[in-house]
């Protein structure tokens, strides 16, 4: 395995142990993330087009579990505002999940060093934990706010997405 190829495993490996660390809200539109690095070494404006349309597919599977969850929650016209707060803290953590691997795929793998691969991993956890924090406090909000019944469903929601996922890998709720 060259070098080039073990750096851009190691930085899909990265991404999807984020992802896999992901929380219910988050982990859906983050397992997409560590799909599809460029192994061929092509420059950066070559895949720039396929680059743009995957960061549109992974946008559409934000908002398709942001519509899913709204209505898997059974979310009321009172709880709506707190709602767009969830929502906003799930796109933003999916864009900044997205920016960093922007970011890493404008690296030249070669010049990689395991300290660089190190970092590239610490980076991915910090945003990840930053946005979960962000999430937690914005969900909490919302669930204070739901009915007894809401919660109960809330949980099992919650329970049930760590049984499904896309690929048969184990999901973690938190």
């Known amino acids: 395995m060259s070098f080039h190829t073990r750096t851009v495993a190691s930085l899909v490996r990265s991404v999807a142990v984020a992802a896999l660390l992901s929380a219910p809200l988050v982990a859906a539109p983050l397992a997409t993330f560590a799909a599809e690095p460029t192994t061929t070494g092509a420059a950066p404006s070559m895949s ?9 597919a992974k946008t559409q599977g934000v908002e398709q579990r942001i519509t899913q969850l709204h209505s898997e929650l059974k979310i009321t ?5 707190k709602w767009n707060d969830v929502a906003q803290a799930m796109r933003d953590n999916a864009a900044n999940m997205e920016k960093l691997v922007a970011e ?12 660089d691969d190190l970092k ?16 937690t406090s914005a969900f909490s909000t919302l669930y204070d706010s739901m009915s007894d019944q809401q919660k109960k469903n ?16 184990a999901h973690h709720n938190g």
């Open 48 to 56: 720039a087009k396929p680059a743009a349309a995957n960061a549109e």
């Open 104 to 115: 890493k795929r404008q690296q030249a793998p070669q010049s990689m060093t395991a300290v």
């Open 120 to 135: 590239t991993y610490q980076g991915f956890a910090e945003a990840h934990v930053d946005g979960l924090k962000k999430l």
């Open 77 to 81: 016209a009172d709880q709506e505002s």
């Open 154 to 169: 809330a949980d099992q929601v919650f329970a049930n997405f760590s049984r499904e996922t896309p690929a048969g890998t």
